[in-house]
């Protein structure tokens, strides 16, 4: 589990690529203070494993699932990638509940900037924005923002000077994906809301049941 606040930029050192799968090694310092194999590392939102490190750098095994589904499959040698440690018991919580298990991908549509701020419109499916609600959290690229406009095709963020500084959005194009992790309260109400038991599931017999069989 995250919290979406990044705690520094790592650069990909390297990429190994199988057909589907890839092997990573990112250079990086805050992040490997204290780690151990096995710990969860935030990559650009996605929480990874780390498989191993030296004073350096971790290296993560990325699943063609994992590849597949989110922006990890873009990186190259140099590229630059948002990372944040998995959140300890007891932690401040300055962002909200990410578990760096990403929606999908979007697509960043513009940039504009606002006095301080700047504004970044992302298009994306049906399938995520059904879960992006105005004023409430997402996450993208592992960053905890808040959704400031939503339609039927995109959303809107804004981020200040601070976020820019600190993390790798204000390096993206016009064109670039982005991981989007959806706030999870929202996924797990549609599940409650729409789950159906089987309709061959076992029923209780009670005099309900006596009665709708025509035994009394």
């Known amino acids: 589990m995250f919290t979406g606040l990044v705690e520094e930029v790592g650069v990909v050192e390297s990429v190994i690529k199988s057909s589907k799968s890839a092997v990573i090694k990112i250079k990086a310092k805050k992040v490997l203070e204290g780690v151990k194999i096995g710990d969860s590392i935030s990559t650009n939102g996605v929480c ?10 971790f290296t993560v095994d990325v699943m063609a699932e994992t590849m597949k589904r989110s922006n990890l499959k873009n990186l190259m040698r140099g590229s630059r990638v948002n990372l944040e440690r998995a959140l300890k018991v007891g932690d401040r919580i300055g962002g909200h509940l990410v578990s760096g298990h990403i929606d999908g991908v979007g697509v960043i549509k513009n ?12 298009a994306a499916p049906q399938d995520i924005l059904k879960y992006v609600v105005y004023k409430g959290s997402i996450s993208i690229d592992g960053v905890s923002l808040t959704a400031a406009y939503v339609d039927c095709d995109m959303f809107k963020v804004s981020i200040i000077p601070h976020t820019k500084a600190v993390t790798t ?12 992790e959806c706030d ?17 599931a076992k029923k209780d017999i009670d005099i ?5 069989h025509g035994f009394i």
């Not at 409650?192 to 309709?199: A, G, I, M, N, Q």
């Open 169 to 180: 959005l204000i390096e993206k194009n016009i064109g670039d994906e982005v991981n989007l």
């Open 48 to 57: 990874l494993t780390v498989t191993d490190f030296d004073s350096s750098s």
């Open 184 to 200: 999870m309260i929202g996924k797990y109400v549609e599940r409650f809301l729409l789950f159906k038991e089987p309709s061959n």
């Open 111 to 122: 940039f504009e900037e606002e006095d301080n701020a700047l504004w970044i419109s992302i």
């Open 208 to 212: 309900d049941f006596l009665s709708e």
